[in-house]
């Protein structure tokens, strides 16, 4: 499908079943992952899904990370580190607003934040999926200075116009809208058609 890894970062924002739904979605289709789950990130697969471990999280995922490889997010010297490094691009989801914030101002503190930092500057997709309540006003200017330095911000906000009867079906409208950003050619929701009354 294609050649180089999406970079997959998941951090401590609420909202754990869109990156372990986006992370199945990839392996089972062999696409080429890097995954960075932060500690905060960790915290938050356990206290949502019960997840406590990579080892776990292989297994709420299909079990087959054949084509994922995982970094530890403090080790900044890491693949996903350097520019010289084709990647497909990356994706933080769910994405905390600290982490939005030390996007949007390039700390580059652990390997997540590095990671967007080369995404931003080779110019690659960086797709940031936020699930924030409501947004206070540094909330937004950061949203504002990431886009303006390249990025694609995807709210976790899914739509109800195909109305969906399961929260996995409210999952998947954002998870496919994630790989669209991507421009992976995977369907796992559906889409307007118009007619959809």
Same mark, same amino acid.
Not at 168 to 185: G, K, M, S, T
């Given at each position: ?19 372990? =739904? ?6 089972? &289709? ?6 960075? *789950? ?10 949502? &899904?019960?997840? /406590? ?7 709420? !995922?299909?079990?087959?990370? /054949? !084509? ?7 080790? &900044? ?8 490094? =084709? ?14 914030? #030390?996007? #949007?101002?390039?700390?580059? /503190? ?55 009867? !399961? ?7 954002? *998870?496919? &809208? ?11 929701? /559906? ?7």
């Amino acid at each position: 499908m294609i050649r180089h890894p999406v970079v997959l970062a998941i951090t401590g924002a609420s909202g754990a079943a869109y990156g372990v =739904r986006l992370l199945e979605v990839l392996a089972t &289709r062999a696409v080429p992952v890097w995954l960075i *789950v932060s500690s905060h990130g960790m915290r938050l697969l356990e206290a949502e &899904r019960g997840i /406590r471990s990579l080892d776990e999280l292989r297994a709420a !995922t299909g079990g087959d990370w /054949r !084509t994922v490889t995982s970094f530890p997010d403090g080790d &900044r010297g890491a693949l996903p580190a350097s520019g010289s490094q =084709r990647t497909h691009g990356m994706v933080v989801c769910p994405c905390s607003m600290g982490t939005v914030s #030390a996007i #949007a101002l390039g700390t580059s /503190r652990s390997l997540v934040e590095r990671a967007a930092d080369v995404t931003l500057k080779e110019r690659r997709r960086l797709v940031l999926v936020p699930r924030e309540t409501p947004l206070s006003l540094v909330h937004l200017r950061n949203l504002v200075a990431v886009t303006e330095a390249g990025a694609i911000v995807v709210p976790a906000a899914p739509g109800f116009y195909h109305r969906p009867a !399961t929260v996995a079906e409210l999952v998947d409208f954002i *998870v496919q &809208r994630v790989l669209d950003q991507l421009d992976l050619d995977i369907e796992i929701a /559906r889409r307007w058609t118009g007619d959809d009354t």
